[in-house]
């Protein structure tokens, strides 16, 4: 079973998955005799008994939304994917490929117009319901009500009304789609996250599910179950003891203790003193010292899966509403956005100019060996989907001296000597915001911040607690803000750059009538490599538009205590199939 990172093709990274809190470690109950070792201290499979060990996971924030169709969060998704067995189960080498879970099995008709799914029969809800083809057709009917404001709705744009998907019977449904396109990014759309049950929220009120209990509450049909969350503490995951699912899903740990550790240095002593036992986002300059220092905590690569960017918000809410609402205007959003500061892709690629990425990637993302864990980027489609990404792109050069006078071309001046570069008697100052315990970002906003002021534009930085952080960028509610992504893994460009009024995760309003007609003709092109060449012109457009400065690909570094067996940190996951990971009995740290 593959934890699931996200639907949307992207997750908010950094954003993007740190988090938890208690010093002491887990208490409880004794979990009965020690468990037999097999050959090659192989656990042998039994009914859970036997001392099994608790892994303690750093967190840096908090989940905030266990209902997969309205969770934006890579701390969402950790948690999710570990209470919900998936329909199907990714792998991934170049491009991602599927094995049945929940489903026994999925067949396409001949015009691959057709994706039919036949369930597991003994899948249950924890409260004993079967899961059935009604859940599914359930979930995907919330995502299509526009009340519910799902950021998956690019899911069913290209499904039948109707037949998105048709329930044959409870244990077949058959997704109808409008036309064929990449095959991949087909079934992503009909698999790639954790249904909701009907059974429980089917009277729900759909224009508030954000808030719904089942957020915190939700029913679950995986391994694992929510055993206890303590708000900015700690989510404590149990085996879920009415998992009805094949045996070889049963968790081999007694819990998983995920502490909310904002702050990263806290994060990190906590992993070398051993009170925790699972961290990611190690920054590069600790990755050595770690190595050398403390050879029990095991170093993992991940690959191109985080994107940082800084982006540029073509308008900001707080401020056109108190600005123009206050004036007896009505809200005229395009408006505000041909005039607002970054409304000018010439502006964007001016402020890219002046920024050296390869600096920073040289001092927060290489190590003092000259290792490199950091690429540089140019969209938002992971270099790691070899066929799709678009290499040819030469990215902007840094040309400080240039950019300044691009910008002065546009009619920026230092009218009253202030050092600051203004027009029409407004300054060029604007505040970046990002999010907390980010220590990456954290030094990376400085940097950046001085490049800016070299070229007479005045920055302030601004951080956000990580949850406020992201609703304020689904909200529009910033001016410039430091974020990241956790990558798709299939392709679907629509969610974060088409202009559609749906897409919450266009944080800055973009809009480009030719980027628009791109991303709808490679979402209907069922030929892979002739979509690919599409995907490329979409990357090559909106590079030239800026709404985004790409800054790095980064090689996510995540530790693990030695301890732990069959540990798989990939591409997919930091914490894959994690109901596989296990510790030898005369190592278990935590037996009660």
Not at 32 to 45: D, F, I, R, Y
Request: net charge negative; charged share 25%.
């Amino acid at each position: 079973m593959t934890l699931k990172l996200a639907p949307i093709a992207l997750l908010l990274a950094g954003c993007g998955a740190e988090t938890p809190t208690d010093a002491t470690g887990p208490t409880g109950p004794t979990d009965g005799p020690t468990t037999s070792q097999g050959p090659g201290n192989e656990p042998l499979v039994d009914d859970l008994g036997g001392p099994r060990d608790t892994m303690v996971a750093a967190f840096q924030s908090d989940a905030d939304m266990l209902l997969d169709l309205v969770s934006q969060s890579a701390s969402d998704g950790y948690i999710i994917g570990n209470l919900n067995l998936g329909l199907v189960d990714s792998q991934f080498d170049c491009e991602l490929t599927y094995e049945p879970e929940i489903a026994e099995s999925f067949t396409w008709n001949e015009d691959q117009t057709v994706l039919t799914y036949k369930l597991r029969d003994d899948i249950k809800w924890d409260d004993g319901t079967p899961f059935s083809a009604t859940d599914m057709a359930f979930t995907f009917d919330l995502i299509a009500d526009p009340l519910v404001a799902s950021p998956r709705i690019s899911f069913i744009e290209r499904m039948v009304e109707g037949q998105r998907p048709e329930v044959i019977d409870e244990r077949t449904v058959a997704f109808h789609f409008t036309q064929p396109y990449d095959r991949i990014t087909m079934q992503a759309h009909t698999s790639s996250l954790a249904f909701a049950a009907e059974h429980v929220l089917r009277d729900a009120d759909r224009a508030t599910l954000r808030g719904h209990e089942y957020n915190r509450n939700p029913a679950i049909n995986g391994p694992f179950k929510l055993a206890q969350w303590v708000p900015d503490q700690k989510i404590v995951l149990e085996p879920n003891e009415n998992f009805t699912g094949p045996d070889r899903y049963k968790p081999r740990l007694k819990r998983v203790i995920f502490k909310i550790i904002p702050e990263y240095a806290t994060r990190l002593l906590e992993l070398e003193n051993g009170a925790v036992d699972w961290m990611e986002g190690i920054l590069v300059s600790d990755a050595d010292r770690i190595a050398a220092e403390h050879p029990e905590i095991e170093l993992y690569r991940r690959g191109w899966r985080f994107l940082d960017y800084l982006a540029w918000n073509r308008f900001d809410t707080a401020d056109f509403q108190e600005k123009y609402e206050d004036a007896g205007k009505d809200l005229d959003w395009s408006t505000v956005q041909e005039h607002h500061l970054f409304a000018d892709p010439a502006v964007r690629r001016a402020l890219t100019k002046a920024i050296d990425i390869d600096k920073l990637i040289g001092d927060l993302l290489t190590s003092e060996s000259g290792e490199a864990y950091g690429n540089r980027a140019v969209s938002t489609i992971t270099p790691t989907l070899c066929n799709t990404h678009n290499n040819d792109i030469t990215p902007l050069p840094f040309d400080p001296t240039g950019a300044r006078a691009e910008l002065e071309a546009l009619g920026f001046g230092d009218a009253d000597g202030n050092g600051i570069l203004d027009r029409d008697g407004q300054d060029f100052s604007f505040t970046m915001m990002t999010n907390s315990g980010n220590a990456r970002r954290a030094k990376a906003a400085v940097i950046i911040q001085a490049f800016l002021k070299d070229i007479g534009v005045q920055m302030e930085i601004e951080t956000v607690e990580s949850n406020t952080f992201f609703e304020r960028l689904r909200k529009k509610d910033y001016e410039a803000a430091l974020s990241g992504w956790s990558a798709g893994l299939f392709v679907d460009m629509s969610t974060i750059w088409h202009s559609g009024q749906e897409y919450e995760f266009n944080f800055t309003s973009y809009a480009n009538d030719e980027v628009d007609a791109l991303i709808e003709q490679g979402l209907n092109e069922p030929d892979t490599a002739k979509a690919n060449e599409i995907w490329k012109k979409v990357q090559a457009a909106i590079y030239e538009d800026q709404p985004y400065t790409f800054l790095y690909w980064r090689d996510d570094i995540v530790g693990v205590h030695e301890r732990f067996n069959d540990v798989k940190v990939d591409i997919l996951s930091p914490m894959n199939d994690l109901h596989t990971w296990w510790v030898p009995a005369n190592e278990v740290k935590y037996d009660k």
